[in-house]
């Protein structure tokens, strides 16, 4: 068995498990313990993964650690593009809108086009890239105008820290799309990395709604850094509607795309 397919078996496994063991996997592929912990080590500079004593976990399943944006990116893509779409419809022609990083904001790249007169406020290097891509593609027909912080760049491709804050608080968005690592009903918007949060903490001071992007593997999910609590949430878009313990959220937006005018908070 090739390398590749030997990753793609440990992948697909952690998909459907939280944690797997070098022992197990070394029998069930047929090769040594010492490959498969040399599989390990390459996933897990990959973001993949994270390597335990005897084993491998989910990243998502320990509180402090950030999965690497090419691989996130590839995973949950029809929710991400569900998201977005319901996302967009909440935005008005020549609205400010600030965008954090992560792979379920990036999908909203190709979707603001729709809405003329946009000013983009961002700390996502590569939503910041696809923006200026599709601008010189489309010939600056319905682009953006995109504002990019500086900072120091995290695995999930955001930029963060003293820089990235200081730039979002000097500026004004009527609203903030927010992706979040975890979105639960006690602990609130949480993320593994304690720079990101106090990044994006400006990131909701300086907006007038926020408004939360979180696929439904990110519902329950609690990391180790507290953005926000859900109350200063105008809504939250996600792809499957969440139990009656997210009440205290004003609006909770999924399939179909719904009513585009956001309800006051009270």
Sequence with gaps: MLAAERHGVILERLAHQPAVRVSGLALALGVSEMT???????LEARG?????HGGAVR???????????????????????RI???????????MTVSITGGTTTYALAPLLSRVPGLTVITNSLPLADELHRLHTANQGDGAAQVLLSGGQLTPSKALVGPLATR?????HAD???????????SAGITTPNLAE????QAFVRSCGQLVVLADSSKIGVVSL????????????????RPGSDYAALTRILCDPVPDPHLEERP
């Design 167 to 171: 730039a979002i608080e000097s500026l």
């Design 197 to 200: 949060a106090d990044t994006n």
């Design 84 to 94: 977005a779409a319901a996302a967009v419809s909440l935005l008005a022609p020549g």
């Design 48 to 52: 993949a993964l994270v390597r335990v």
């Design 36 to 42: 498969v912990r040399r599989d390990i080590d390459i």
């Design 175 to 185: 609203l903030c799309f927010m992706g979040a690592h975890g979105v639960d009903a």
């Design 225 to 240: 850094a507290r953005v926000s609590t859900l109350d200063a949430a105008a809504a939250l878009v996600t792809d499957r």
């Design 59 to 81: 990243p998502g399943s320990l509180s402090s650690v950030e999965a690497d944006f090419d691989f996130n990116r590839t995973r949950g893509g029809e929710a991400k593009r």
